[in-house]
Nanobody
C-alpha cells in the first residue's frame, strides 16, 4: 500500500522558515517523482516543486523559486521541502504526492497523495 506522510507545518512569521518532510512507503522510491503542492482556501491546488528520486532533477514554480528547496534522502524514502523567506501568501495546506511522470507539476498526473500539513505565515 502506497503511503505518504507529510509533516513539519506550523505557524511562522513573515520571513521565517519551515522544513516539511514527506515520508513515503509502499513503492520503489527511486522509480518515481515526488512533488509538493499547496492549496489555499478558495484556490486551486498549485504544484510548487518536484524532484525525481532517480537523478535528483528538480523543478520549481515561479512563485517559490529562490526561496524553497526540495531534496530527497533515498535511504530514508523521504523528501524535504525547505521553505525560507516565507510570505503570508504561502499560507496553505501543503501536500506531497507521487507520480510516475518525471518533471511535472500537474496535479492530475499524481496518483497518490499524503494527508497534508498546514502552513500559516503571519504578517
Amino acid at each position: 500500500e502506497v503511503q505518504l506522510q507529510a509533516s513539519g507545518g506550523g505557524l511562522v512569521r513573515t520571513g521565517g522558515s519551515l522544513r516539511l518532510s514527506c515520508a513515503a512507503s509502499g513503492f520503489t522510491f527511486d522509480d518515481y517523482a515526488i512533488g509538493w503542492f499547496r492549496q489555499a482556501p478558495g484556490k486551486e491546488r498549485e504544484g510548487i516543486s518536484v524532484i525525481s528520486s532517480s537523478d535528483g532533477h528538480t523543478i520549481y514554480a515561479d512563485s517559490v523559486k529562490g526561496r524553497f528547496t526540495i531534496s530527497s534522502d533515498n535511504a530514508k524514502n523521504t523528501v524535504y521541502l525547505q521553505m525560507n523567506s516565507l510570505r503570508p501568501e504561502d499560507t496553505a495546506v501543503y501536500y506531497c504526492a507521487v507520480s510516475g511522470v518525471a518533471g511535472t507539476l500537474l496535479p492530475g498526473l499524481y496518483h497518490y497523495w499524503g494527508q497534508g500539513t498546514q502552513v500559516t505565515v503571519s504578517s
